[in-house]
């Protein structure tokens, strides 16, 4: 439950402060081609086997095989939207095109977007969402920090068994506010506690889920640390699972005071 300790979140939270946004994001880009074009093509030859078979043997199948067919178009069309836009993400990230409109934002509202996005990845898992009631507006990007946040709760369900719970909790620590997204998955390895943020860095483990493209946690690194956050990774101590706390300084009181007529 969102009810955890963690294992060395400090030094990692440390290590992510300092860890740069051209550190997240290397190697360049011309080895990306070696590395995204097999999941590029898989997906592809998912879609168009797909629809080839309901081309030409349509009428032969029952209905519920049928509707397997277009389930997974549909399923593999979404993956191919979210692996272009994770390209999109890290071609902007590297040229230094990323632009950034930073105001005061509710981050309940992001958090809820992110999760509503998330819906049909966390489908299989439980949701448990823990917002503390005092939460400040946060000046930055919410788009950025929505998509962030997106990409985390991705990686959860990549990671975590179905039927286990994905926890979003969200407080006020001192003058930061920090959200956490919580899995009960194997964890990370320590030795793997930074190289995760690396581009197309995975953990290897023979019984993930679904593959990814090894880019969510690079792009989310990246955005937040684009707009004065920190993104850290860690394990819980209570059971196994792994932590992704973003932190952001608190803005001053009367800037982020929510008032009613808001």
């Excluded at 991705?154 to 286990?164: I, L, Q, T, V």
């Excluded at 793997?192 to 953990?203: A, G, N, Q, T, V």
């Excluded at 690194?221 to 699972?241: P, Y």
């Amino acid at each position: 439950n969102c009810a955890f300790d963690t294992e060395g979140s400090r030094a990692t939270s440390v290590t992510g402060a300092n860890h740069g946004l051209a550190g997240s994001l290397v190697p360049e880009t011309r080895p990306m081609s070696n590395h995204w074009r097999p999941r590029y093509f898989s997906v592809f030859a998912s879609i168009l086997g797909a629809a080839t078979s309901l081309r030409t043997f349509g009428d032969s199948y029952d209905p519920e095989s049928r509707d397997d067919l277009v389930r997974t178009i549909e399923d593999e069309a979404e993956r191919l939207d979210r692996f272009v836009s994770n390209l999109l993400d890290v071609t902007r990230l590297e040229g230094g095109r990323l632009d950034i409109r930073k105001e005061l934002n509710d981050a309940e509202e992001i958090i809820g977007g992110a999760l509503q996005r998330a819906g049909k990845v966390l489908a299989g898992h439980r949701i448990e969402v823990d917002l503390a009631p005092d939460l400040p507006m946060l000046e930055l990007d919410g788009v950025l920090l929505e998509q962030a946040i997106f990409n985390l709760l991705d990686n959860a369900a990549k990671y975590a068994p179905p039927g286990s719970a994905v926890c979003v909790r969200a407080r006020r620590a001192d003058d930061e506010t920090v959200i956490d997204v919580i899995d009960e998955g194997p964890g990370i390895p320590r030795d793997d506690l930074e190289r995760i943020f690396d581009k197309f860095y995975r953990i290897p483990t023979a019984d993930r889920q679904r593959a990814g493209t090894g880019l969510g946690l690079a792009i989310s690194r990246g955005f937040i640390e684009a707009m004065g956050g920190r993104l850290a990774a860690s394990n819980r101590t209570d059971r196994s699972g792994a932590v992704f706390t973003i932190t952001f300084p608190s803005p001053d009181e009367g800037a982020s005071e929510k008032t009613a007529d808001r």
